[in-house]
């Protein structure tokens, strides 16, 4: 079992930046492949970024490439996203994930568990 808690979502006036936290708590985290998604509001949950077991592979949505990084610290059980150049339509509550399968870690069905998810807001 493993348990996320994000962090580090609010208010952000567009052009801005924010970085969320996700801090795993459980069985050993270093084995989960880590993703990010987000649901903006009256629209399905969507793929973010993911990052591999070790952190050399890297994936992104085509809408948030060279804005977004996402990053992981195995030492301390936790995924980062840095988000720059926000959007207003990056708005929505962004969710973290964890897969022990490695597969298609773009996919939200694979992933086992699931943060309570943060809410970013950018303002035009």
């Known amino acids: 079992q493993v348990q996320l808690v994000e962090s580090g979502g609010g208010l952000v006036q567009a052009g801005g930046s924010r970085r969320l936290s996700c801090a795993a708590s459980?069985?050993?985290?270093?084995?989960?492949?880590m993703g990010w998604f987000r649901q903006a509001p009256g629209k399905e949950r969507e793929f973010v970024a993911s990052i591999r077991r070790n952190g050399f592979f890297t994936y992104y949505v085509d809408s948030v490439k060279g804005r977004f990084t996402i990053s992981r610290d195995n030492a301390k059980n936790t995924v980062y996203l840095q988000m720059n150049s926000l959007k207003p339509e990056d708005t929505g509550v962004y969710y973290c994930?964890?897969?022990?399968?490695?597969?298609?870690?773009?996919?939200?069905?694979?992933?086992?568990?699931w943060g309570q998810g943060t809410q970013v807001t950018v303002s035009s």
């Open positions: 459980g069985r050993a985290f270093s084995s989960y492949a």
């Open positions: 994930a964890a897969r022990l399968n490695p597969g298609d870690v773009t996919a939200i069905m694979g992933y086992d568990y």
